[in-house]
């Protein structure tokens, strides 16, 4: 089954402890993102990935890092979290427009808490 | 920079009434369109998109959009709502060209009363 899989969907941590929130898909998509989701601020992007090696800051970077080392992995690393990033993250990939469809496939979100 | 307004934060309906969902975009080309619904506790799933040609699209779970360049819109309609549709709906757009960022509104909660 075509997916995109986040892990953990669910985390509670504290300030200050680094964290790695995973992202993979199977369907050999170039371009991979992150988003966070908060009550009326709608999707925001953090990062995204073109392709393997070739990343770029999105709209709210700071205090994020990505990797894209493999195709199909994308992760969102939190050096050190603090609280204003409690928020609900997705993953999202999609084929690149001149070969694809240009539709974003969703993980089901990753609900962080950072006390 | 392209934008995307989505001027209704909420909207509530009777359950088979019909439904209107506004997007407005600001973009020198005409992009590529989209709308994505996300359930409650779920991700995003696209329901429809539009790149050329007919300006009246068609999705899944009955849901159709109309784009109109005169008015740079892209409004999502449903003929009659189910209970089943209450959730938050995303318009997004794509540049027609360049790179591949997609820029969101930031969304429309549906409400749905029986």
């Known amino acids: 089954e075509a997916q995109v899989t986040q892990n953990p969907r669910y985390l509670i941590t504290v300030t200050g402890k680094k964290l790695t929130v995973t992202c993979s898909q199977n369907?050999?998509?170039?371009?991979m993102s992150w988003y966070r989701q908060d009550p009326g601020l709608g999707l925001r992007q953090i990062y995204y990935?073109?392709?393997?090696?070739?990343?770029d800051k999105g709209d709210v970077p700071e205090g994020y890092k990505v990797s894209r080392k493999e195709k199909r992995n994308f992760p969102l690393i939190l050096e050190s979290p603090s609280p204003n990033q409690t928020s609900l993250y997705f993953c999202?990939?999609?084929?690149?427009?001149?070969?694809?469809?240009?539709?974003?496939?969703f993980g089901e979100g990753s609900r962080l808490t950072v006390l | 920079a392209q934008s995307v307004t989505q001027p209704d934060i909420h909207i509530t309906v009777s359950e088979g009434a019909s439904l209107e969902l506004r997007c407005n975009y600001s973009?020198?080309?005409?992009?590529?369109l989209f709308w994505y619904v996300q359930s409650p506790g779920q991700g995003l799933q696209l329901l429809l998109k539009?790149?050329?040609?007919?300006?009246l699209v068609q999705g899944i779970k009955g849901f159709e959009a109309e784009f109109k360049r005169s008015q740079s819109s892209f409004n999502l309609r449903k003929p009659s709502v189910h209970w089943s549709d209450a959730a938050e709906y995303f318009c997004?757009?794509?540049?027609?060209?360049?790179?591949?960022?997609?820029?969101f509104g930031r969304g429309t909660s549906l409400i749905v009363h029986p």
């Open positions: 973009y020198g080309a005409t992009p590529y």
């Open positions: 539009y790149f050329s040609g007919d300006t």
């Open positions: 999202a990939s999609s084929p690149l427009l001149a070969g694809g469809t240009g539709e974003l496939f």
């Open positions: 369907m050999n998509h170039e371009y």
């Open positions: 990935s073109m392709n393997v090696e070739v990343t």
């Open positions: 997004a757009v794509v540049p027609s060209g360049g790179s591949y960022i997609p820029t």
